[in-house]
Every structure is written in C-alpha cells, then in structure tokens.
C-alpha cells in the first residue's frame, strides 16, 4: 500500500513563473491537506479539501494560491507569480476519515525554491 | 488564538539516555494530540497520539503524557538510539469542529554516541 506521493520532490523557479505541486493520497484516503514549512519552522496549515471540493482554506494567503482535488487524478497546489518569499517545502497529507480525529499521512514533500 | 509551543527547541542527549520533548499547548478545545518525527529531508511521520480522556499513552519505547490542567504535553522516549536523532513535532486537533491540525515548532534532538 504506497504511501502518500508528492512530486515533484524538488522544484526551481524564477520570480514570476508558475509552480504546481502534485498530491496522490494514500488508497481509500478522501481527505487530503496541504501544509507549508519554512526552514527550521513548523508546519503551517494551507488547505484542507475532500473530493471536488474545498472544505477549508483558512490557511491560504488571498492572491496567488489556488488548490484542487478533481474527481480524478491528484490533488494540485498551484503557485502563481512566484516570490522568494513562497521558497519552503510543501507538505500533502491524507486521512481515511474526516477530522478532527483522522490519523494524517504526511508524503515526503516538494521542496520550492524560488531565485 | 491557536498555539502550539515547545519550551526547548534543541537537545541533546547521550545514546542509551532517556529524553523528554515538552510541548505547551493554549487551546482548551484540543481534544486530540499527536507526536510526530520528521527526519531531515523528509515528511512528519506520526510516532504516537493521544486523546483527552487519558492522560498517559505507551508505544513502543515511547511515552506521552498529558497535563490538561496546564495544557502540556509530553513525549518520552526510552533508551534513544542513533535513529531518534530528528526534529520532534507536537500537534493538536483545536477541538470538535476543527479542521486541521496544528504544529508546534518542533524540537531537534540529537543523539551523542
């Protein structure tokens, strides 16, 4: 049973440009978060979502972030018009139930870097 | 509002040793807290959990304790090894209703030989 993937595991891009990070869940897993860590930091809540739909994105900054879960195929975090500041690891985890009891998966990442 | 805080963000301790991670926590609502590992590079993985009702939970040479009347928990780990070297993270559920978890900053723990 694989466990959550992520990819790509690394990412660079220049100022501007648009990165998309990709999130499979584990099997039989329908609620899928995504979470953001800076060096030396914890993680910060991003956005929780459950098939086709967001449930919540208390954790999203307004502009430039968007995030999907489609019917089919994985989950997407989108970046628009990356900063610096939008440099960090990207964290996707999944639970089979709902919270707030759900035990999370955590995959092993992408790492954004932005020049 | 939501916090979740370590009161030391390094230790070390010697291989054989046991170690305590301590973790405060400010929300009351929390009814659910987990203990998570992350090894450099990689993804949080989940190493015990405990919910409100009890106060002391064991896994295998891990210990977690909870204080609810100050709003600590803690994570013991017993005889460390060289694998335990990592950053230690405390979450919590923020209650019924919520919708995420959410981490506290972390500890390294680093194992001397």
């Known amino acids: 049973n694989a466990g959550v993937m992520q990819n790509p595991r690394h990412l660079v891009r220049r100022r501007g440009q648009e990165a998309r990070l990709r999130c499979s869940p584990m099997k039989g897993h329908s609620h899928v978060y995504w979470y953001r860590q800076l060096p030396e930091e914890g993680l910060k809540f991003m956005v929780y979502?459950?098939?086709?739909?967001?449930?919540?994105e208390s954790g999203m900054p307004k502009e430039r972030f968007s995030a999907e879960f489609p019917k089919e195929g994985p989950s997407i975090l989108r970046i628009q018009q990356v900063v610096r500041g939008d440099s960090a690891a990207y964290f996707c985890a999944s639970s089979r139930d709902p919270p707030p009891s759900g035990e999370l998966f955590f995959g092993e990442g992408s790492r954004l870097t932005v020049l | 509002g939501e916090s979740v805080g370590l009161h030391l963000p390094t230790l070390s301790v010697q291989e054989g040793d046991n170690s305590i991670i301590n973790c405060a926590y400010s929300n009351s609502a929390s009814d659910y807290f987990i203990w998570y590992k992350q090894e450099s590079g990689k993804g949080p993985q989940f190493i015990i959990d405990?919910?409100?009702?009890?106060d002391k939970r064991q896994g295998q040479r891990v210990t977690v304790l909870l204080n609810k009347t100050v709003k600590h928990l803690s994570l013991q780990i017993a005889a460390t090894q060289p694998g335990d070297s990592a950053v230690y993270f405390c979450?919590?559920?923020?209650?019924?209703?919520?919708?995420?978890?959410?981490f506290g900053q972390g500890t390294r723990l680093t194992i001397n030989p």
């Open positions: 979502l459950q098939k086709e739909n967001i449930i919540d």
């Open positions: 405990i919910r409100s009702n009890m």
């Open positions: 979450a919590e559920n923020g209650g019924q209703g919520a919708q995420k978890l959410v």
